[in-house]
């Protein structure tokens, strides 16, 4: 589920700025999730370098993105807000503690062996294409920033359908059959929580590209394809579209790993 899921994202990434595509982009930065190695490789692209990789050369791009990244130190919230959680005998483990500030942070360490002076920068990063990733990437200071530093053309994607999320259907499982949608079996507080985080990151990223004329900030939709194939897998060669890949399933636990 989860490769299915991400072959769709990056696919609709990808035709969310294709007209931008004829631009030949010189480089490629990524943050949050990293659709961009799936969609390089699709093209037959090489992927992009991780930014702490030694012995690197990353005048084509760098990869910051890091699995289970917040937005926020953990360390600046309550532990609470992160305890082991029991589901049927299964345990969801904790974040880890980089965050997008420090993403952002190696970015900036990395600008001395991109560019010579902030001139050049600007320069540089005109010429390179920007993929904010999904959930709790999506913060408007991080576009400015970007923007500022000399970014020109930026893809923010929104987030999928948590409610579909075999995770999550685990995990918040009701006994209310009015709590899922009829047509996907998707959680509908979960989805109609996604829908609004969409529509507000999509209006604030009209009004940045209203700010900024001289940049192109592209919301890219990742919420429509999910829920086609949730609702019809038999069309994507699938039988089901919301079991977990690990565990799960009759009564079995399910492995967030």
Known sequence: MQHVILCLQISLLLSSFSYSMQAQYTSIFSFGDSYTDTGNKALGL???PPSLAKDQSFKQGANFAVAGATALKTSTTSSALYPQLAVAGSAVPPPNNISLADELGWFDA?????????QACKDYFAKALFVVGELGWNDYGVMVKLINDGATTVVVSGISPMGC????LVLLASQDPA???PDTGCLKGMNELSRDHNAQLSQALTTLGGRYPGARVTYADLYGPVIAFAAAPA??????????CCGGGGGKPILFY
């Open 235 to 244: 069309r994507f060669g699938f039988d089901s579209a919301l079991r977990d």
């Open 179 to 181: 709590d899922y949608e």
């Open 165 to 168: 999320a075999p995770g999550n």
């Open 110 to 118: 990395m600008k001395p062996a991109l560019c010579s002076s902030p």
């Open 46 to 48: 090489p992927l992009l």
